[in-house]
């Protein structure tokens, strides 16, 4: 009741119009790359924008609690958000690759054609070899990984698109259903809400390029599970810069993991499932003694 309440809050105009850029504008500049590099330019501007109307949304996620978190307690939850996705994706991975193989088929293609578009080895017109200057080769991989990077990176401010998507289906149910809106029957207009953003997260992924529609479907599935993930953290973090960071990590290590660092996607979540485990720790020897310091403070006079 009290996010619904906070989602749906009044809006400017000029936050409605910014809203409505980086859903729809968003949108219908990812189908123009198809045809033109000056609109898939324009969409990262958008995503890049984004990250400034994020900063005026996500204070309606916060659930008014009056014990704010510490600063482990914001890794224990990074940590463990991480963990989830990283779980769940991997089964939504392989429900994919059983399923729609012709998607996965393709995918691979794409994979190992992108990969081998990575090589830094030259050739002159003439095919024959050339010595590359060290340092030159050395630029040439810093631009590559870091253009792979920063694009990952504007990928994790899709929950920026996903949060301003749920407030706007949110306040269209609120005029379409008032009566079921005052009735207190609200979560069930924010599951609706998660479900359709997810359905067209899963459509964006297919916007881009034009595909048989055996593969789009199984991208579609696909991608909508991995967005209903997303969804599903951001409303129990209440945080969404929180999932704007698992979000593009994940996407920053899948892409080392594909064209540069075998299962490096692995190696990250080993190494934050050691972390979620230190912290825990820590957390239940911090609260063991603080309860035993209460049991052990002296009553006061009657």
Do not use: C
């Not at 219908?28 to 501007?45: E, K, N, P, Q, V």
């Not at 595909?211 to 991995?226: D, E, H, K, S, Y």
């Amino acid at each position: 009741m009290r996010l619904t309440t906070n989602l749906t809050k009044p809006i400017s105009k000029k936050l409605l119009v910014a809203i409505l850029i980086i859903t729809f504008g968003a949108e219908i500049l990812l189908y123009l790359t198809r045809y033109s590099s000056m609109a898939s330019t324009l969409y990262d501007a958008v995503m890049v924008s984004s990250f400034f109307i994020g900063w005026k949304l996500y204070p309606r996620l916060e659930n008014g609690e009056t014990n704010r978190k510490s600063p482990r307690q914001h890794m224990l939850q990074f940590t463990g958000a991480f963990l989830i996705f990283f779980l769940g994706s991997t089964v939504i991975n392989v429900y994919s690759s059983l399923t729609f193989t012709d998607f996965n088929e393709d995918y691979d293609h794409y994979v190992q054609t992108y990969t081998e578009s990575q090589s830094f080895e030259k050739e002159d017109k003439s095919n024959s070899a050339v010595h590359e200057i060290p340092v030159t080769s050395f630029f040439e991989k810093v631009d590559t990984v870091s253009s792979d990077i920063y694009t990952d990176s504007l990928a994790g401010l899709e929950e920026v698109w996903r949060l301003a998507y749920m407030i706007l289906l949110l306040v269209i149910f609120r005029k379409v259903f008032p009566r079921r809106w005052e009735n207190g029957s609200r979560d069930i207009f924010l599951l609706a809400a998660l479900f359709i953003t997810s359905i067209l997260f899963g459509i964006d992924h297919t916007l881009d390029t034009e595909q048989p529609w055996a593969i789009r479907l199984g991208a579609i599935v696909t991608f909508a599970n991995m967005g209903f993930l997303f969804g599903v953290i951001l409303l129990w973090t209440r945080n969404l810069w929180l999932t704007v960071i698992v979000h593009a990590l994940y996407d920053i290590t899948a892409t080392l993991s594909w064209y540069y660092i075998e299962y490096a996607v692995e190696y990250f979540t080993l190494g934050v499932l050691i972390l979620h485990i230190y912290l825990l720790t820590l957390e239940k020897l911090t609260q063991k003694r603080s309860m035993q310091e209460k049991m052990t403070v002296p009553a006061g006079p009657l």
